[in-house]
């Protein structure tokens, strides 16, 4: 498998977790709130999937049940923060933290167990072009599935007056209270939507990418989701964007450490988060001189 | 017109903690009636409101609808009805366009809404364009938006909390032809307002409130101002007092050709701007706030910084890319318009706020904070100014904005500053306490200051001020002597004439 090949094919796998898990948030903050709880949300979906599969071998179950923890797990932090009204940041952090913990109890027994993957299959006709086609066009049903549901999420959000709603509440609490919105059960689907996203991109880094349960497998990627819904400048579109390009980083660390690049690996390593610095610092740049 | 009331509430009463805001409050509206709430501000004007939109549930006392006694447990409710509200804050979402907003309550396709957004807007003369982006629009094509938006909704009862407070002259009276249109139609409007004018002008009958409670239910064009004034506040109107006019001085400040970029999107460029200030002297800003008020304040008090030194001059020097330290240094004081967070520190004690732009009456002994001057300082200010609070050791935030107002501008009138900027200098402030704190500007006046005031209040500009410029979409129009000037003309450069 030469370089490329490599990068075609794995980046949407290694994007997935990323890109469910920022999706999820961006729901979040498009009504107004921030959920920090991201990374501990992932970590239980991650646990909680690896063990479901592991008994039932079913993959479908994994990710069911994840999402519900995931979900459960995010509606403790909208409890406190919409109904008990304490500080977001540190509910969120205290989620994130209880998350982490919850993963590492449940998974105790599961460490250094194996489970089977999911198959891959190719799209019909895109899968026989040639040089990019076997390799970015044969994925794994998650993938297909993430992608459909990527573009259903871009409809609703601006095309439905389900999105409407969405962006009203978060623009203007108080006016959207006033005309007579649920705003506080609007946001409380909105945070269990994006704790169960976060469930899903946890099951799919614990169960598909690598298809084993380790304390601290997450490494961070809830907080790289966190910073790509910034990146993305809350759209859609550009969140997707964001995780991709994050998969190709991530990757291409990998790749030119095969092929032999001499540059330590830890600044290959560190890639990925130097682009998102100078990818912030290009946004804001951009935004003060359209103004 | 039939008799029985479309609305009516007995002895409806509502406590926040320890206040009685409403208290055994009646109220009958009849359909087809114009029927004003007259009340100051913190007279439970705004609690009675929020009690009839569902918004906030009343501890004692029924809701009649048509008769029947309901219970409104959210807007919705309230909207299911026929009761529509117009709120004084509008209700509408900048980012999304008209339509938008007016899908976010009514039912139906965009595009039979922007067909029918059009229509009302010919019949009612509430004319806006159903895609234009709220944030482009003026305030009162706002206005307008939140008043199709009900009306989408058939109201029996529209409810309109200080709808002219925002609007210039010429818009109000839009309005209420707007209103009276209504009116033969058969709906009937709950109309809020402390402006007694405009009640007795459009107005069938009035409930006045005062601290809370129902104090009298007249017709509004039988009895003059002064007969409402008295049931509104209680007491005699207070008086102005002579104010001397002065000889106006030397120029103590002077902008000239200032222009300045928005900083945001929601901002204003301010384009060319020219005044000349002098000591002994009030000059008047009118205009409707968002016009570039925030930023015109922002630059004279150095907060933001303009580009060329010499486009704002305080008393003979370059200031215009001075902070507000250095200004302040010269001899210039200012009052913002934002209470909390720019005029006094909310977590702060009044003492500690008197301390941040009064250190330099001897407050710090090589920068330590002598707190006996510093306490006697606040208490000086608490007590003529009349600020209704414990003692110094208040907390800044924890007091009422109209009491607020009082301290910062006691505070920094106590500064005897040469050239003074005030920025709605009443805003939430009683009639009362309104009144005291014009005279103190007047007073200042007659010792020698300079005084600039930016209000969106026309009448507060005329009693106090000598000229008066209008600042519109960033441009300041020429200076309005206000003696050879009407409230009309005014308008007309509010609403965009130009220069």
């Not at chain 1, 920090?36 to 993959?59: D, Q, R, T």
């Not at chain 1, 998650?142 to 999420?153: F, N, R």
């Not at chain 2, 200010?381 to 910062?408: H, W, Y």
């Amino acid at each position: 498998m030469s370089a490329l090949e490599f990068l075609l094919a794995g980046t949407l796998a290694a994007a997935l977790p990323l890109l469910l898990a920022a999706l999820g948030e961006m729901v979040v903050e498009k009504t107004g709130l921030l959920n920090l709880g991201l990374e501990g949300m992932m970590a239980l979906g991650a646990a909680i999937a690896f063990i479901c599969v592991y008994h039932s071998g079913s993959h479908s179950f994994g990710f069911l049940a994840a999402s519900l923890a995931g979900a459960t797990l995010a509606m403790l932090f909208a409890f406190l923060v919409i109904f008990l009204k304490a500080n977001e940041v540190a509910s969120g952090l205290a989620v994130g933290v209880l998350g982490l913990g919850l993963s590492a109890l449940f998974g105790k027994n599961y460490e250094s167990l194996t489970i089977s993957g999911l198959s891959e299959f190719g799209l019909p006709a895109l899968s026989k072009i040639p040089v990019i086609g076997p390799a970015l066009f044969t994925q794994d049903i998650v993938v297909w599935l993430a992608i459909t549901g990527t573009m259903v999420l871009w409809y609703i959000l601006n095309k439905t007056k389900l999105g409407l709603i969405i962006a009203a509440v978060g623009e203007n609490v108080e006016a959207a209270r006033a005309i007579g919105y649920p705003v506080g059960g609007i946001r409380c689907a909105a945070v269990a939507f994006g704790g169960g996203m976060c469930g899903l991109a946890g099951a799919y880094a614990s169960t598909v990418y690598t298809p084993l349960w380790a304390d601290g497998m997450i490494a961070g990627r809830g907080w790289i989701a966190l910073a790509l819904v910034v990146f993305g400048t809350w759209q859609t579109g550009r969140v997707a964007f964001g995780a991709v390009l994050f998969g190709v980083l991530s990757l291409g660390e990998l790749t030119a450490q095969a092929i032999g690049v001499a540059i330590p690996s830890q600044v290959l390593s560190s890639l990925p988060y130097f682009v998102t610095i100078l990818m912030l610092v290009a946004i804001s740049r951009h935004r003060r001189h359209s103004s | 017109m039939s008799d029985q009331p479309i609305l009516n509430l007995t002895g409806v009463s509502k406590r926040y903690g320890t206040v009685q805001a409403n208290k055994a409050i009646d109220l009958s509206v009849k359909p087809g009636s114009i029927h004003a709430v007259l009340g100051e501000n913190g007279a439970g004007k705004s609690t009675l409101m929020k009690l009839i939109y569902g918004v906030e549930h009343p501890d004692e006392g029924i809701i009649y609808w048509n008769g029947e006694p309901v219970h409104l447990s959210r807007p919705s409710d309230a909207q299911a009805l026929g009761i529509g509200m117009v709120f004084q804050h509008f209700s509408l979402f900048e980012t999304l366009n008209v339509v938008q907003n007016v899908s976010l309550m009514v039912p139906g396709k965009t595009v039979d809404l922007a067909r029918k957004i059009n229509e009302l807007g010919e019949r009612f003369g509430l004319t806006v364009d159903p895609n234009a982006m709220v944030h482009t629009l003026s305030v009162g094509e706002r206005q307008r938006v939140e008043i199709i938006r009900c009306l989408l909704l058939n109201p029996k009862l529209l409810i309109l909390d200080e709808p002219t407070s925002v609007l210039p002259p010429q818009s109000v009276k839009l309005l209420f032809e707007t209103l009276r249109k209504l009116q033969v139609d058969g709906t009937a409007i709950l109309f809020i307002s402390h402006k007694l004018e405009e009640i007795r002008e459009l107005c069938d009958e009035a409930t006045v409130l005062r601290g809370g409670e129902v104090t009298g239910l007249v017709d509004p064009r039988e009895h003059d101002a002064l007969a409402l004034a008295q049931m509104m506040i209680g007491r005699e109107m207070p008086h102005l007092g002579v104010s001397t006019s002065v000889v106006p001085g030397e120029t103590q400040l002077r902008i000239s050709n200032l222009s300045h970029p928005r900083a945001t999107r929601f901002g204003t460029t301010l384009e060319n701007i020219n005044l000349d200030l002098r000591a002994g002297q009030i000059i008047g800003i009118a205009g409707i706030s968002g016009n570039g008020q925030q930023e015109l304040a922002a630059l004279i008090s150095g907060e933001i910084r303009a580009h060329q030194p010499d486009m704002i001059v305080i008393k003979k020097q370059d200031v215009g890319c001075l902070g507000p330290m250095q200004r302040r240094e010269l001899g210039f004081a200012f009052v913002p318009e934002e209470r909390l967070g720019r005029g006094a520190v909310p977590e702060m004690s009044l003492a500690d706020n008197s301390l941040l732009t009064a250190h330099q009456k001897g407050m710090l002994w090589r920068g330590i904070i002598k707190r006996k001057v510093e306490k006697t300082f606040t208490r000086r200010c608490i007590e003529q100014f009349d600020v209704r609070t414990p003692g110094p050791d208040a907390e800044a935030g924890a007091m009422s904005g109209g009491n607020l107002q009082k301290f910062i501008l006691g505070r920094e009138i106590m500064l005897s500053p040469d050239v003074m900027l005030v920025s709605q200098p009443t805003w939430g402030v009683d009639v009362g306490a309104a009144t005291a704190i014009r005279r103190r500007l007047l007073e200042m006046r007659s010792q020698g200051a300079a005084i600039l005031v930016i209000s969106e209040e026309l009448e507060e500009l005329f009693e106090i001020c000598d000229v008066l410029h209008v600042l519109h979409e960033g441009r300041l129009s020429k200076a309005l002597p206000v003696a050879e000037t009407t409230a009309e003309k005014v308008g007309t450069f509010m609403l965009g004439a130009k220069v």
